[in-house]
């Protein structure tokens, strides 16, 4: 890794590679502008270094600049690159991460100062969603958005497929190679189009055979505890752990609750600066937020930018046209919030009242019913259940108000 004089840096060659393989070792890099603030940049580095672990990747350092706006050729400027290419070397590393999104003139004329596979935030994120992709669906959905993301970037980066392109054998009489691999592309996207909407097909069908029953979904941040409450409501094994993005496919499993059943799914979690072509590509699967009754929206409490994360959530919802229905919002983690937060000597009349003043600036800021829980030590899940029955309840009485007299 890191920069070898003695062998011809090939621009352009592992762009769109992703992470080549786990412990890679990476350094990140971002520009404070506008009105972004220091400690609003190191947050999202913070989460970018997440992203890259989740990535298999090993970050060893970071480098931010303050500037007007990111640089047009560069997006750093040359002292910092500078900068970079020394931590390059001191650390051999292979591999930079941006925070922001970079043009594929901007990728190559980086590689070209600094010789080693630089990924932004979007390619990043895509690179993650390959891998965790499990059904045809999934895959299809982050094929579609890799190639959205690719075709903006063909003109600066068409070196590269020029080298990679042996073998298509599909230019017109006249036609220029890069008009040929965006006809590819396109043509390419168009397929991929056409199968996702037969698997919607398909998938409305199925939603259509479940028959009257209430649907509720849980929405949230990515890595706030979804699938671990799926767990614990649908008594079910839904994959979860510590890593962004567990959760592409949705999952829908029946529960029970005092003889009423509802459907409850888990789908895939939000991040700021989620890129929108991957919001378009996996909008079927977030159909199923759509068509709920119900949103349990999961917050991560002990996070510090949970507010932050409130407003992206609600900002996708928003988009996808379900920001109206009926919401539970679930502050989880009180557990580690309280380890954060609280000091050892503090006594529990204290913590009381901090976790009274906790529930009156909930209870007023947002309008919705809300539960503090810890899915990690269970505490509170009988009133997360309580709170559902009463929400789904109601529902039922307005949406099927003879269905429920059965039970």
């Known amino acids: 890794?890191?920069?070898?004089?003695?062998?011809?840096?090939?621009?352009?060659?592992?762009?769109?590679?992703?992470?080549?393989?786990?412990?890679?070792?990476?350094?990140?890099?971002?520009?404070?502008?506008?009105?972004?603030?220091?400690e609003l940049v190191e947050e999202h580095l913070d989460e970018?270094?997440?992203?890259?672990?989740?990535?298999?990747?090993?970050?060893?350092?970071?480098?931010?600049?303050?500037?007007?706006?990111?640089?047009?050729?560069?997006?750093?400027?040359?002292?910092?690159?500078?900068?970079?290419?020394?931590?390059?070397?001191?650390?051999?590393?292979?591999?930079v991460i941006f925070d922001d999104d970079l043009t594929g003139s901007q990728i190559n004329n980086i590689e070209k100062e600094l010789k080693v596979?630089?990924?932004?935030?979007?390619?990043?994120?895509?690179?993650?969603?390959?891998?965790?992709?499990?059904?045809?669906?999934?895959?299809?959905?982050?094929?579609?958005a890799q190639l959205q993301y690719l075709l903006p970037r063909l003109r600066g980066?068409?070196?590269?497929?020029?080298?990679?392109?042996?073998?298509?054998?599909?230019?017109?009489?006249?036609?220029?190679?890069?008009?040929?691999?965006?006809?590819?592309?396109?043509?390419?996207?168009?397929?991929?189009?056409d199968k996702l909407e037969k698997i919607e097909?398909?998938?409305?069908?199925?939603?259509?055979?479940?028959?009257?029953?209430?649907?509720?979904?849980?929405?949230?941040?990515?890595?706030?505890?979804?699938?671990t409450l799926m767990n614990l409501l649908s008594k079910s094994e839904v994959f979860a752990e510590d890593k962004l993005f567990a959760t592409l496919d949705t999952t829908v499993r029946k529960v029970v609750l005092d003889r009423t059943p509802f459907l409850l799914s888990d789908t895939v979690g939000f991040i700021r600066k989620l890129p929108h072509h991957l919001i378009d590509s996996f909008k079927s699967t977030l159909d199923e937020v759509r068509e709920s009754d119900i949103l349990v929206h999961v917050v991560d409490l002990a996070h510090p930018q949970y507010e932050d994360h409130i407003a992206t959530v609600n900002q996708t919802l928003s988009d996808l046209d379900a920001l109206d229905k009926p919401t539970l919002m679930v502050f989880n983690k009180i557990d580690l919030y309280r380890k954060?937060?609280?000091d050892d000597l503090l006594d529990s009349?204290?913590?009381?009242?901090?976790e009274s003043g906790l529930k009156s600036n909930f209870s007023n800021k947002y309008q919705e019913d809300f539960v503090l829980t810890s899915a990690h030590t269970k505490e509170n899940i009988d009133e997360l259940r309580s709170k559902l029955l009463e929400i789904v309840s109601r529902q039922y009485e307005a949406k099927y108000p003879y269905q429920s007299q059965k039970w």
């Open 117 to 144: 596979k630089i990924v932004d935030r979007s390619s990043l994120i895509l690179d993650i969603f390959a891998r965790r992709a499990q059904t045809a669906q999934a895959k299809t959905q982050v094929e579609l």
């Open 349 to 354: 009349e204290t913590r009381e009242e901090i």
């Open 48 to 95: 970018l270094e997440f992203l890259a672990h989740t990535a298999g990747a090993i970050t060893v350092d970071r480098v931010i600049q303050k500037l007007e706006h990111p640089h047009r050729r560069h997006y750093l400027g040359s002292g910092k690159l500078s900068e970079l290419k020394e931590l390059i070397k001191k650390h051999d590393v292979g591999m």
């Open 340 to 342: 954060r937060n609280y």
């Open 1 to 38: 890794m890191g920069i070898d004089n003695t062998s011809e840096w090939k621009v352009g060659e592992n762009l769109g590679a992703g992470i080549g393989k786990d412990d890679e070792k990476a350094v990140l890099a971002a520009v404070i502008h506008g009105q972004m603030t220091e």
């Open 201 to 227: 097909l398909q998938n409305e069908t199925r939603r259509k055979q479940r028959g009257k029953m209430i649907r509720v979904s849980l929405v949230g941040y990515t890595n706030v505890g979804k699938s």
């Open 157 to 193: 980066m068409w070196t590269h497929l020029e080298r990679q392109r042996g073998g298509i054998g599909m230019r017109g009489p006249g036609e220029k190679e890069i008009e040929t691999d965006r006809r590819i592309i396109r043509t390419k996207i168009s397929q991929l189009q």
